[in-house]
């Protein structure tokens, strides 16, 4: 919520980041590599989506969130020291156990920073970033956090039904990671508040 005149700060996204595999799946590449039964002119009259991109095999969720991850911290003007806590929402996790979100801290190299910075999986499908994002906004509303790095990142490509039988969903889904950084700021903006 935001909180104007308090002492309780406001939270706002400082930075974001992208990342999207190089592998380009066109609708047409589903009929002809897949064997699905569609056209390009029935996913787009009824998605509006021509493309996906897919993680090669091999590729984890963690994987792709690393660029991501990396781009909104630079795009915030921190540095990893300067991240609290790392938030992951995913559907698609790199393992069952441990939560993606360590994995991810490892491989930014935020194990050994000199200071514990939690990661905690959000599992909540299609809303999950947005849980993620209420998240990160109480945890630097609380004051206790000043920058949050949350990543919303999905590999469906290893698990969709690539069949005929599957086209309903392999049409709509691909694979990419999303991130912003949440941070605190006493000035009058950012989220102006949620609702779940």
């Known amino acids: 919520m935001h909180h104007p005149g ?21 609708n047409d590449d589903l009929r002809t590599e897949y064997g699905i039964d569609t056209t390009d002119d029935w996913i787009v009259q009824r998605t509006g989506i021509s493309e ?25 003007g921190i540095s990893k020291t300067d991240v609290d806590m790392i938030l992951f929402a995913t559907l698609s996790p790199d393992a069952a156990f441990p939560g993606t979100g360590v994995y991810l801290q490892e491989k930014l190299g935020m194990c050994d920073l000199g200071h514990f910075v939690p990661a905690l999986d959000i599992r909540n499908q299609c809303s999950g970033f947005l849980y993620g994002l209420a998240t990160a906004t109480s945890m630097v509303e609380s004051g206790r956090i000043k920058n949050v790095l949350l990543v919303g990142s999905e590999v469906h490509s290893a698990a969709m039904d ?7 969903i392999c049409s709509l889904f691909g694979d990419a990671a999303g991130a912003v950084i949440v941070s605190a700021t ?10 779940l």
Not at 7 to 15: D, E, F, K, T
Not at 190 to 195: D, E, S, V
């Open 6 to 26: 308090s002492s309780v700060p406001n939270a706002y996204i400082s930075g974001t980041g992208f990342y999207a595999p190089p592998k380009v799946v066109t």
């Open 52 to 76: 996906r991109r897919f993680a090669e095999a091999g590729v984890n969720n963690s994987d792709l969130a690393v660029p991501a991850a990396e781009e909104a911290i630079e795009r915030a």
């Open 186 to 195: 006493e000035e009058d903006r950012g989220l102006r508040g949620w609702y």
């Open 162 to 168: 690539m069949t005929t039988r599957g086209r309903g």
